[in-house]
Every structure is written in C-alpha cells, then in structure tokens.
T-cell receptor, first 114, second 118 residues
C-alpha cells in the first residue's frame, strides 16, 4: 500500500525566504507526481506536475524535483510571499488493479509572515 | 477549457433532507471521481466512474448515491446524512481511469462543495 508523507507538517517563515517542502512515498511504481496548493476551505489548485520520466518542473518561483528511486520529491519556493500561505499537498499517481489511484500526502501548512 | 465546475459551493442540510451535488467538465475526460475531505486531512477517494459506469466504490455508505448521466456530468445524491458527513466534497476528472495515457495522466479538481449536515 502506497504511503505518502510530507515533512514538515507546518512551517512558518519570514517573507522573502527561500524554502523547501518535502514529500516521500513508499512505492516507486508511480507515473506522475503532482503538487497542489489548498487554501482554507477551498479546493485544490494544481501547481506542478512531474511525469515519472522527468526529474523536475519549474513554474515561476516554484521548482519541483522528483527522484523515483529514492521515493522523494521536493517543492522549492523562492522568495516567499504572504500570498504563498496555504497548505501544500503532494499526490502520487499509480496504477492499482487496472485503475488510476491517487494517494495524497499529509500536507504541509505554510505560513509566510510579512 | 481545463475547468471542473461544482455546484453548489456551500450546502447546509438537515439529516432528513435529500440534496444533490453536481460536477461538470467539458474536457472530454471519460473518468470522473468523487473525493471527501475532512478538515486538516487529505482527500479520500469515494467513487470512480469510467465511461459513465461506476468502476470503484470505496465502501461508501448507501446514503451517498453517485450518478453519471453523461460523460460531462457527475452527480452525488445525498439522503439521510449524518453530522459526521460534513466535509468538503471534491470532484475530479481525467482522460482515463486507468492512467493509460501516453506520458501519464492526471486529475483536474473542481473547487469543491462545502457540506454541513445539521
């Protein structure tokens, strides 16, 4: 059974700081890994999608890396802003019994202090 | 158009009410999903529809009844819910329920319906 863990569970940083969020998964037989952002009481906003053949993806101040062999992904946020405050979820996509199965991580709650 | 829409945004209902949640996508996706998310927890899969047929039911109580009238629309009918069913209900869609799309597949999520059961 796939287990996805995110560390830390919560993080508070001053504005402008660079930061790294971690995601680890136990089964490396995945075909995608995706990072989402979720604001309180809201749905999921997709940030970055990394296919299993890729090592990293970049979008603006965000950079996500994937190391399937070690079962790890990181989300790097440069020059953090108060608007980045949210919960960040990683999700791994795999085939299970012929069906697409998504396993979400436990989430990292980020607070960027002005 | 990469949008999944959900209505209503908020719903408050009593335990004896019957209500429905609606999800719609126009991306030509043939797989649609319902997730339930409790506060401070990750989303949990409830149902998977593939080509308008129910493929997966993750042991969800019968007071939740999904329906897929066509390839663009997914409903979740609610009846005799309990207060512990209060949660954010998320809908998602993808090209294929098997993920057998070249380069992999992903799910596009709607904004969710915040359900409160009194």
């Amino acid at each position: 059974k796939q287990e996805v863990t995110q560390i830390p569970a919560a993080l508070s940083v001053p504005e402008g700081e660079n930061l790294v969020l971690n995601c680890s998964f136990t089964d490396s037989a995945i075909y995608n890994l995706q990072w989402f952002r979720q604001d309180p009481g809201k749905g999921l906003t997709s940030l970055l999608l990394i296919q299993s053949s890729q090592r990293e993806q970049t979008s603006g101040r965000l950079n996500a890396s994937l190391d399937k062999s070690s079962g790890r992904s990181t989300l790097y946020i440069a020059a953090s802003q108060p608007g980045d405050s949210a919960t960040y979820l990683c999700a791994v996509f795999a085939n299970s019994g012929g069906y697409q199965k998504v396993t979400f991580g436990t989430g990292t709650k980020l607070q960027v202090i002005p | 158009d990469t949008e999944v829409t959900q209505t209503p945004k908020h719903l408050v209902m009593g335990m004896t009410n019957k209500k429905s949640l609606k999800c719609e996508q126009h991306m030509g996706h043939r797989a649609m999903y319902w997730y339930k998310q409790k506060a401070k927890k990750p989303p949990e899969l409830m149902f998977v529809y593939s080509y308008e047929k129910l493929s997966i039911n993750e042991s969800v109580p019968s007071r939740f009844s999904p329906e897929c009238p066509n390839s663009s629309l997914l409903n979740l009918h609610l009846h005799a819910l309990q207060p512990e069913d209060s949660a954010l209900y998320l809908c998602a869609s993808s090209h294929s329920s098997s993920g057998a799309v070249r380069g992999g597949d992903t799910q596009y999520f709607g904004p969710g319906t915040r359900l409160t059961v009194l």
